[in-house]
Structure formats: structure tokens, C-alpha cells
């Protein structure tokens, strides 16, 4: 009998609820697993090999990684290294392939952050600079602490000669983090990433590297887009005003300054940030577009008539400002202008019709009696427009 196939996403699924079961199980049995680890991952094999028989080795060591995580977060002995390697030398035993144990690693390093074995902690995490934001600064917090623990016996004589060693050491870790641009996050799949302590720590360094290197902008951007991937908006409005501050000009920070003032609905603050990039960048078309797209969601003709022209001043491609117009009429309840428009598009769009379809589709929305489905179709249409004149006119979304 040929087993029955399934798609990826179907495996995922089932995956992820095992998964969430086992969490559960976790949870409320952690007394139990840790005094028999080898019974507990004899379970999740014999699960997987029930439930998802023809499971592909990465998602399997996936899964195990993710439940090894788990246990390792829940266990009251998490605080015994002895116990963390049996842990993961268990955990390895129960996988398909064989790729090097760099992930528990990591987390054995992080461990040793958390118990104040900072020599013990650089040494194993030094080979995984490259590897999350996360851990550079931990290293760098590793040097930092010592430091100043030491720092408390110095003599003013000394402080004057400037940061002893290791204090150096870790402004070089720092600095490191932004000539190596390590990804953002990337431990978060795996659960790692989600510890408070070391998210913590590289906060408290990121504050630091903007202290000591104020001219550096890196720092925050790094500390921008963590803090937007991990929804602190509170941190995020913090460096933005420090960003704007010190590299006023700077089209990136001026650009998630302008969503950011987007997200919080503040159309004041939207169009401050649209009038210093438009005096910073007076030749360019981005801020240009951002003005329309402020008129379009805030139903400012006035303001939409004023940045259009600009916009033709500057060669708006037509299929852009076709689609802006489409839905600044559309989004106004000019529900005959809006048809108008949208065959005009159909003219220019050509081989492009099945777009102008989708669209003609979510319009049809707009006349619903259904406050609700009216509100989403207009975000429908108008985030669709926005990610394809982003596309069109080759702004950059970060």
C-alpha cells in the first residue's frame, strides 16, 4: 500500500500541534523528564514515528531542537551543566543528521552568561559571532562585567588613563557586530532567541555601543530592526528619536520613522516626516510617493492634487500613479470615478489584466452594506497598490 501524500504545509501543521502537545506535556511533567531524559525522547520518537512516519530529516531535528529548548527552559536543573549535557547529548543521539552541535552550543553559552561563567561563555560562543545579533553582545557583556566589578577599586589615577583591558575587549566586540552584520532573529526559530536574560543583555550593550560610538549608526539601526521584529515599540520610538537626532538625513531612519508615525495613526507626525524628506531629498520620487499615500488614507484631496503633480514633475511611472488614483477616487466613495480609472488601467496594464481583476474583485467590497468587509477591502486594496508601486518605483521596504 502506497502511503498517502501530503503536502509540506499539511506536515507542518500536524508538526506544530505534536509540538504544541508536547509543550503541554513539558510543562506539567518537567519533575518526571528530568530524572529519566532518556525515556522522554524514547516517547517523541515513537510519536513522530506514529503520527509523521515519512517526516524529512530537517523537520525531525527541527522538532527535536525545539522540544530540547523547551525542556531546557522549563527544567529545575537548568542550572546544572552536567545535567545540560546529558541534555543535549540525548538530544543528538535522537536526530537523523549528524550537522555539528553549534545550536546547543549556543545555548550551553548563554547558560554560562546566565551563571556568571563569563571566560567559560566567550570561549564557546566566540565561534558563533556570526551566527544572531544575540551574541555578540553577550560577549561583549562577558568582558564588560568583570570590568566593572573592577572598576569599583580603581583608583582615580587609573580612571583617568581611560578603560582597562577587557573594557576595550568589549567595545571591539561591539564594534564587530557591525562590521560582521549578523542576522536578526535568526535564533528565534528555534525558541533561543525568546530568552529574556540575553535579550536583555543585548539591549544593555546596544545602549551602551550608542553611548561609546555616537557617530556610528549602525547600533541603531540593528536596534531598530530588532525592536520592530520583536513588536518593542517603545524601544523603537526611543532609538528613532535618537536616529532622527543625530542622522537627520538619513533616508532610512526618516523611512521608519514615517511608518512608525503610520502604525500610530499620527498624521501630523506622518507629515512632518514626509516635509523633511521631501527639503533632505528634494530631486527624489520616494517622498513624493509617501505624500500621496498619506492623501490617500487620510481623504486630503488638496494634499493628494499637490504631491501628484509633483509626482508627473519627477516621471511617475503611468502604471503607479494610475493605481494611486484608482485608489484615492476608490477609498473617497467616487465609486464612478474609481470604475474609470480601473479601465484605464485595464488598457495600460495589458498581459497585466489578471492584477486589474483582484482588484476589480476587492471593489466590488465597497459597496457592501457590512461596515466591516468595507474597512477590509480598503486595506486590501490599499496595502496590494502600496507593495507594488514599493515594487515599481524600487523603494526599499527597510
Keep these: 500500500m502506497v502511503d498517502e501524500w501530503q ?75 552536567a545535567f545540560i549535557e546529558k541534555l543535549f547529548d540525548y538530544a543528538e543521539r535522537n536526530k537523523h543528521t549528524k550537522k555539528g552541535r553549534a545550536i546547543y552550543d549556543i545555548m550551553l553559552g548563554i547558560k554560562m552568561v546566565d551563571l556568571g561563567k563569563y571566560p567559560e561563555a566567550i570561549e564557546m560562543l566566540k565561534k558563533y559571532r556570526t551566527a544572531d545579533v544575540l551574541i555578540l553582545p553577550a ?51 528555534i525558541g533561543i532567541g525568546d530568552d529574556p536574560g540575553i535579550n536583555k543583555i543585548f539591549w544593555f550593550m546596544l545602549k551602551q555601543a550608542i553611548e561609546w560610538f555616537p557617530s556610528e549608526r549602525e547600533f541603531l539601526r540593528i536596534g531598530i530592526e530588532k525592536a520592530t521584529k520583536d513588536g518593542r515599540k517603545d524601544i523603537r520610538e526611543e532609538l ?62 488638496d ?13 511617475i511611472p503611468k502604471n503607479a500613479l494610475l493605481l494611486l488614483d484608482f485608489a484615492f477616487e476608490l477609498v473617497n466613495g467616487k465609486q464612478h470615478e474609481a470604475l474609470a480609472c480601473l479601465d484605464e488601467i485595464r488598457m495600460k496594464f495589458g498581459t497585466q489584466h489578471y492584477y486589474v481583476t483582484l482588484l476589480e474583485y476587492v471593489a466590488h467590497d465597497f459597496l457592501s452594506e457590512d ?15 502600496d507593495q507594488y508601486c514599493m515594487k515599481l518605483l524600487k523603494i526599499k521596504d527597510t
Excluded at 582615580?156 to 571591539?172: N, V
Aim: proline share 5%; net charge neutral; aromatic share 8%.
Design 371 to 385: 461596515e466591516k468587509k468595507v474597512k477590509q477591502a480598503k486595506k486590501a486594496i490599499i496595502d496590494s497598490i
Design 240 to 301: 528613532l528619536s535618537t536616529a532622527i537626532e543625530r542622522f537627520f538625513d538619513d533616508m532610512y531612519f526618516l523611512r521608519e520613522s514615517y511608518k512608525l508615525k503610520l502604525e500610530s495613526r499620527d498624521a501630523g507626525g506622518v507629515a512632518g516626516i514626509v516635509k523633511q524628506m521631501t527639503q533632505q531629498y528634494p530631486d527624489e520620487l520616494e517622498p513624493v510617493y509617501y505624500g500621496l499615500k498619506l492623501a490617500i488614507i487620510t481623504n486630503r484631496e
Design 7 to 81: 503536502p509540506d504545509a499539511i506536515i507542518r501543521l500536524k508538526l506544530d500541534q505534536i509540538k504544541h502537545d508536547f509543550f503541554d506535556y513539558i510543562d506539567k511533567n518537567i519533575d518526571k523528564i528530568d530524572e529519566n531524559i532518556p525515556v522522554f525522547y524514547g516517547h517523541v520518537i515513537a510519536t513522530l514515528e506514529k503520527n509523521l512516519p515519512e517526516i524529512g530529516n530537517d523537520l525531525h531535528d527541527q522538532f527535536i531542537d525545539h522540544i530540547t529548548v523547551r525542556v531546557l527552559n522549563t527544567s529545575k536543573r537548568s542550572d546544572d551543566l
Design 303 to 315: 494634499v493628494y492634487h499637490k504631491f501628484r503633480k509633483l509626482a508627473l514633475s519627477k516621471n
Design 139 to 189: 560577549i561583549a557583556y562577558c568582558y564588560l562585567v568583570p570590568a566593572l566589578k573592577q572598576g569599583e577599586n580603581i583608583s582615580s589615577e587609573e580612571l583617568i588613563r581611560g578603560p582597562t583591558p577587557a573594557a576595550l575587549a568589549s567595545r571591539e566586540q561591539m564594534i564587530e557586530l557591525v562590521r560582521l552584520k549578523p542576522p536578526v532573529n535568526r535564533l528565534k526559530e
